[in-house]
């Protein structure tokens, strides 16, 4: 990695070549059946994109080698260092600059994410777009069974600090469907790749520091859809969560996670 890079310690197995300008990354722990059928149905719409599996460290068994190849992933990037799902990020976003990537895109594992907006994420890449939020709520978006306390939350408490923080208006800021140019993450005014993000913060700063640095952004309809009934599928509960995501947010919108400036 180069100099100045803080990466969390990981194992790389990587399956194949690289095909294509942009990659796809999905971070996961312990998906299940829920990864499986979200990589089938990547594969099915034969996407031109290099799929990128960020594992948090899994031990459900639904990672094997084999059937990663089998749905076409180039490689699976395992974190064996400390931090959640911002340390899993770092791994991917870093190990795909070094591979020389265009631009990356990011979904959840958990498969609640309509697969089809992939295709928009590398559309608006191509169009010159540095950072690309997916929103259920923006035009063409749809919001399934969405629980009402995370509704509540990200249209009245999320959306707007973040939006405020970045002098642009976004309106479903916690929703991981995105993308970032390459000339973006690598500028040295953003500098993701710092053990700062352990968390869930790298996505809260990034979605404020490409508008405030004058990137082109912009926000896309997609699809979010939770189960009916059951468990909701997310590794973000209980008390103790939301208030690291509070805290995170908060030091987001006042600035904390901002590089010192540099004094070359």
Wanted: hydrophobic letters at 40%; glycine letters at 10%.
């Amino acid at each position: 990695m180069p100099a100045g890079w803080q990466v969390p310690a990981f194992i790389e197995d990587v399956y194949r070549e690289r095909r294509s300008d942009y990659c796809l990354v999905i971070p996961v722990i312990n998906e299940g059946d829920r990864i499986r059928d979200q990589l089938k149905r990547i594969a099915g719409m034969a996407i031109p994109i290099d799929i990128v599996v960020a594992d948090g460290g899994s031990t459900d068994g639904s990672l094997a080698p084999e059937w990663l190849k089998e749905m076409n992933v180039r490689a699976c990037l395992t974190k064996t260092g400390p931090g959640r799902l911002s340390a899993q990020l770092r791994v991917a976003y870093a190990w795909a600059m070094q591979q020389g990537y265009d631009g990356v895109a990011t979904i959840d594992g958990n498969g609640k994410d309509g697969v089809d907006g992939i295709w928009k994420m590398i559309e608006k890449l191509r169009d010159g777009y540095d950072y690309v939020q997916g929103s259920r709520y923006a035009p063409g978006g749809v919001a399934e069974n969405t629980p009402i306390l995370r509704w509540f939350a990200c249209r009245f408490i999320h959306a707007p600090l973040i939006s405020l923080a970045a002098r642009h208006w976004f309106t479903d800021t916690t929703n991981g469907f995105r993308s970032y140019s390459r000339l973006f993450l690598l500028d040295r005014r953003v500098q993701p790749f710092r053990d700062i993000f352990r968390e869930y913060s790298l996505l809260f700063y990034l979605s404020v520091r490409a508008s405030q640095l004058g990137f082109r952004v912009t926000e896309i309809g997609v699809k979010r859809s939770y189960p009916k009934s059951g468990v909701v599928p997310t590794k973000i509960s209980g008390p103790g969560a939301a208030l690291r995501l509070m805290r995170e947010l908060l030091q987001v919108f006042f600035g904390a996670y901002h590089p010192v400036p540099d004094r070359d």
